[in-house]
Each structure stands twice: as C-alpha cells, then as structure tokens.
C-alpha cells in the first residue's frame, strides 16, 4: 500500500469519528430560522410603526397649520367687512349732512335775497290818531305785503297794543316760520313785544286779531306760570310777564297803508 492511500483512509477515519462524537440535529436549524424570521417580522413592524407615527404627527402639524393659516385668513376678512359696514356708515352719515347743509344753505340764500330785496329801513314819525301831536319815534321797513314799524320805547305789552292801535296799526303777528326767521334776522339786540298773548277763556295762545297763523308754536317753549305775553328776541321766541317794559312792533298791510298817520324824517 502507498503512502498515499495510508492518509486518505486516515482521513476517512478522523471525519467518520467527528461525526458520530458530534451528530447534527435537523429541529435545532430549523429552529434557528424561525427565530431568525420572527426577529426580522418585529423589526420590519417596529420600523413600520415608526414610520405611521411620523406621518401622524406630520399629518397633525400640516392640520395644526392649515388651521392657523385659515384664521389668518379669516381675520382680515371680518375685518376688511367691519370696515366696508363703517364706510357705508360714513358715508350715509356724510349723504345726511349733506343734505342738511343744502337745506340751510338753501333758507339762508332765500332769507338774503329776501333782505336785499326788503331791507329799506327808514326813520319814520307817528302821529297818534287819539292823542293829536303826541308823535311816537323809531324806525321801519315793508317786506312783501307787510310794513314793520319798531317802536323804541320801553312800554308794557298791553301799552304797546295801545300805541299800535292809536296810530292805526297792530301788534306784530308772524304768518309763518319763514317771516319769524327773516324778522330775527333784522332784530337789534333787544326783545320786543307782539300781538301774541294767552287767552284764559279759550286756553290757548292767539294773535291780537284772532286770525290764523301757520307758525309752529310748538318750538317755543312756552311757561304760563312766567306770564302770558309773547315777545320776539333775535334768539328766541318766548313769553314773559305783561307788565314788564321792552319796545314793541307794530306792523300795517300795504293794502290798508293809506289808513296810516305816518310821517317819515
């Protein structure tokens, strides 16, 4: 037998002999991949969850910032309507003013044109159609259909009516809003006696020749407990004591003027 032969069958023998010290299980391997396989699957789901975790709370931060971006929104357009409401305001506001302004500047125009259309003031002297050479001084301008005499001296109401009658005229009665307005206009700063008093029997304000007016005596603030006689001041129209002392106005229709004593200086 060669060299050769004698360490092959040893060989043969040393592997035989390793084998039947050492034999290998089949379950033991087996074994072995399974668990291998079932530590895999826990990472694989571990890493899945991991990853549904992030896109949850990355899906919560773009609702969170859609969310804010919506108020953000939404503010300035609540604010751009409380803006429009408050210029639609504004502007009703100022179309009413407006109007208002057209309105008075329209009556003040009219009032003007009526002054310089009226306004020729003149000293004038009265003779006293009851008390001959008794001559009553002041001054008086005509208007329209009417003449207004201002008489300067200081006389109860009641001796102003009578001044007014002696000299064939009658104490102021204002027609309408319009000729109280214009005639404040002409006043000096004094107040003055008309023909307007309180009747006790009728409980009602009436003008000295019992005739309608279409003045609104509702803007004067009327107190019977100061008295029951009317007078006109550049301010006001207003009543007070009979038997207090201020000038009168008296007034005459063209169309009765002839009747005057009237004698101008």
């Known amino acids: 037998m060669s060299n050769q032969e004698v360490i092959y069958l040893n060989s043969?023998?040393?592997?035989?002999?390793?084998?039947?010290?050492?034999?290998?299980?089949?379950?033991?391997?087996?074994?072995?991949?399974?668990?291998?396989h079932k530590v895999g699957l826990g990472i694989l789901c571990l890493l899945l969850m991991m990853a549904i975790s992030i896109w949850l709370i990355y899906i919560f931060?773009?609702?969170?910032?859609?969310?804010?971006?919506?108020?953000?929104?939404?503010?300035?357009?609540?604010?751009?309507?409380?803006?429009?409401n408050d210029n639609?305001?504004?502007?009703?506001?100022?179309?009413?003013k407006s109007i208002d302004y057209n309105a008075l500047k329209h009556d003040l125009d009219t009032l003007n044109r009526t002054?310089?259309?009226?306004?020729?003031e003149s000293k004038f002297v009265l003779d006293s159609k009851q008390h001959r050479g008794k001559r009553?001084?002041?001054?008086?301008f005509c208007c329209g259909i009417k003449c207004y005499y201002f008489i300067m001296d200081n006389k109860r109401w009641s001796g102003c009516a009578k001044t007014c009658r002696d000299c064939s005229l009658s104490l102021l009665k204002i027609d309408d809003d319009d000729e109280l307005?214009?005639?404040?206009?002409?006043?000096?700063p004094n107040s003055y006696?008309?023909?307007?008093?309180?009747?006790?029997?009728?409980?009602?304000?009436?003008?000295?020749d019992g005739g309608p007016s279409k003045l609104d005596l509702n803007t004067a603030e009327f107190d019977l407990n100061t008295g029951t006689c009317a007078f006109l001041s550049r301010v006001r129209l207003d009543n007070d004591n009979c038997d207090q002392f201020y000038p009168c106005i008296c007034e005459k229709r063209l169309d009765n003027f002839a009747d005057s004593y009237c004698s101008k200086s």
Request: glycine share 4%; charged share 25%; aromatic share 10%.
């Open 12 to 36: 043969r023998a040393f592997e035989s002999s390793s084998e039947s010290q050492n034999p290998i299980k089949p379950n033991e391997t087996q074994g072995s991949r399974e668990v291998g």
């Open 61 to 84: 931060q773009c609702s969170q910032e859609i969310y804010k971006l919506q108020r953000t929104l939404k503010n300035p357009h609540q604010e751009n309507n409380t803006m429009q």
């Open 88 to 96: 639609y305001l504004m502007e009703e506001m100022l179309k009413k």
């Open 115 to 120: 002054l310089n259309r009226c306004y020729q």
């Open 136 to 140: 009553v001084e002041g001054h008086w």
């Open 181 to 188: 307005k214009f005639l404040q206009l002409q006043i000096k």
């Open 193 to 208: 006696w008309i023909g307007l008093s309180y009747d006790t029997r009728t409980r009602k304000w009436q003008w000295s």
